[in-house]
């Protein structure tokens, strides 16, 4: 197992901004591809964002598209979701997950091997 550590979520007003980190430990761990889902309650897991690890090619859901940016510092293994322009509809636990090998489609989690424990992100109105 590769334990993906979350921070960052929090309390925001409609407007407002998060950055969400997503860090791998595990020295011998060799990122592929990072992604961020999110699920609000009462509905399925939904894709946010992806990111290739040694490309740096992102992909994003529509619904967030131009206000979420996804990164990565290989350096630290670590992976970040900048949110802007947060709307209620937000309003979700978000998980990081990660993984090793390839993976053909960024935007399905059945594709990701590792998961971080979630972060409460909460836009009021």
């Known amino acids: 197992q590769v334990p993906l550590v979350e921070s960052g979520g929090g309390l925001v007003q409609a407007g407002g901004s998060l950055r969400l980190s997503c860090a791998a430990s595990g020295r011998t761990f060799s990122m592929y591809a990072m992604g961020w889902f999110r699920q609000a309650p009462g509905k399925e897991r939904e894709f946010v964002a992806a990111i290739s690890w040694s490309g740096g090619g992102t992909v994003y859901a529509d619904s967030v598209k131009g206000r979420f940016t996804i990164s990565r510092d290989s350096a630290k293994n670590t992976g970040y979701l900048q949110m802007n322009s947060l709307k209620p509809e937000d309003t979700a636990v978000y998980y990081c997950?990660?993984?090793?090998?390839?993976?053909?489609?960024?935007?399905?989690?059945?594709?990701?091997?590792?998961w971080g424990q979630g972060t409460q992100v909460t836009v009021s109105p």
């Open positions: 997950a990660a993984q090793s090998s390839y993976v053909s489609d960024r935007r399905n989690p059945r594709q990701y091997a590792y």
